[in-house]
């Protein structure tokens, strides 16, 4: 990938030599210089990932790559137990992260199998859920929709309540529009295709 050597220049500079600290209410931690990284909870930071790890390509009939800013996703079929390409893949990427100093967090990687064959990532086992959330989207095992229905369900009658407390308070009807266009509407109308 070829970039502007400016660009470049403004990148370094955002990542190193910055010092980092934490803040919660009055209370401030001592500065701590980082040498590895970008700074958590940045707006840049998923967007550098993504160009950190765009050399990372995989396509076959079978398998591909799922990249949305920071999360990853394996996705494929494995057909008559032919599981071969799947773990590849998975070793591929792992050794792709390890050669590149990112280090994978197995405790956060999930499998979800509509099969049932494990898949081990630097000696430990991968969990295998019933269902997992990818990209603010439910997905379960069974290829349904219904755990991701109820889980909209419940953040929609959630928001709901607010709306009904607002207008409660005599709100006027254009910031009764926008709180539903906001808050409401993004909630039932996210990932709809």
Same mark, same amino acid.
């Given at each position: ?6 660009? #470049? @220049? ?5 990542? &190193? !030599?910055? $010092? *980092?600290?934490?803040? %919660?209410?009055?209370? #401030? @931690? ?5 040498? &590895? !990284?970008? $700074? *958590?909870?940045?707006? %840049? ?149």
């Amino acid at each position: 990938m070829q970039m502007d050597a400016p660009f #470049v @220049s403004w990148i370094e500079d955002y990542l &190193t !030599g910055q $010092p *980092q600290i934490v803040r %919660l209410w009055s209370c #401030v @931690s001592d500065p701590l210089m980082s040498n &590895t !990284g970008a $700074p *958590q909870g940045t707006v %840049l930071s998923p967007f550098l990932f993504t160009i950190y790890t765009a050399d990372f390509q995989y396509h076959s009939e079978s398998y591909h790559l799922q990249k949305y800013l920071d999360d990853i996703a394996i996705v494929g079929c494995v057909e008559n137990g032919q599981e071969e390409e799947y773990r590849d893949l998975v070793e591929s990427f792992v050794r792709w992260c390890r050669k590149n100093h990112l280090q994978l967090n197995v405790t956060k990687t999930k499998e979800m199998v509509v099969d049932f064959s494990k898949i081990c990532i630097s000696g430990k086992d991968v969990d295998i859920v019933p269902s997992y959330k990818f990209v603010g989207v439910q997905l379960d095992n069974k290829l349904e929709w219904s755990t991701n229905t109820d889980a909209v369900y419940k953040k929609a009658m959630s928001r709901l309540y607010f709306l009904r407390r607002l207008r409660s308070f005599s709100v006027c009807s254009r910031i009764l529009h926008m709180f539903y266009r906001s808050v409401m509407a993004s909630t039932i109308f996210f990932a709809v295709v």
